[in-house]
């Protein structure tokens, strides 16, 4: 099985500031199609996910441009350039070259 | 969007069915996901099911339990949970390819 680890697991931010979230998988996510099967996803409470970066870097429809994917391999990073009140929640990376596996979660709250 | 009925309250060993109907885009031609989630924690991918049906994957737990199928005409996605445990306990939600997830419905297994 894939396992897939965060970091931090917890983040409070200032609005304004940056941020910044870690994953990373215990086996390349690099599929022989020459794809990259890494997503990022925002859970706010009360809430289904809903999909913020596919494949590494593409931001989903509606996604603000605040928000980049980057990342090759096993190792990724989800930044937000200036967070603002509606982008605290729980923020997942997930796998779906084997399977899905998702990260722990990472919980972004206000300073 | 995709629109889920089902679920409840049910005794260990009782068994429910979820369903799922998508509308607003080709539902033939995504794989579906079932994920779930249990109170307080993170997202667990479930059982997954190809576009035409030929292909289903299962998480280890649930393997001999839970089935997953679908009926394109109807658009719809089924999880027919039997042998139901107390662990089993979650919101259960539908995914149509990563990015479109129902609204979630809450599974509880209790005596």
């Known amino acids: 099985d894939i396992v897939m680890t965060q970091t931090p697991l917890s983040l409070s931010v200032t609005p304004g500031q940056p941020a910044s979230i870690s994953c990373k998988s215990s086996?390349?996510?690099?599929?022989?199609?020459?794809?990259?099967?890494l997503y990022w996803y925002l859970q706010k409470p009360g809430q289904s996910p809903q999909l913020l970066i596919y494949?590494?870097?593409n931001r989903f429809s509606g996604v603000p441009d605040r928000f980049s994917g980057s990342g090759s391999g096993t190792d990724f990073t989800l930044n937000i350039s200036r967070v603002e009140a509606e982008d605290f929640g729980v923020y997942y990376c997930?796998?779906?070259?084997?399977?899905?596996?998702f990260g722990q979660g990472t919980r972004v709250e206000i300073k | 969007q995709m629109t889920q009925s089902g679920g409840g309250l049910v005794p260990p060993g009782g068994s429910l069915r979820l369903s799922c109907v998508g509308s607003g885009f080709t539902f033939g031609r995504y794989w579906m996901t079932w994920v779930r989630q249990a109170p307080g924690k993170g997202l667990e991918w479930v059982a997954n099911?190809?576009?035409?049906?030929?292909?289903?994957f299962y998480l280890d737990s649930v393997k001999g339990r839970f089935t997953i199928s679908r009926d394109n005409a109807e658009k719809t996605v089924f999880l027919q949970m039997n042998s139901l445990r107390v662990e089993d306990t979650a919101m259960y939600y539908c995914?149509?390819?990563?990015?479109?997830w129902g609204q979630g419905t809450l599974v509880t297994v209790s005596s």
């Open positions: 995914v149509s390819g990563s990015s479109v």
């Open positions: 086996q390349s996510l690099l599929y022989s199609d020459g794809k990259t099967y």
């Open positions: 099911i190809k576009e035409d049906a030929t292909d289903k």
């Open positions: 997930m796998q779906t070259i084997y399977m899905w596996t």
């Open positions: 494949e590494v870097s």
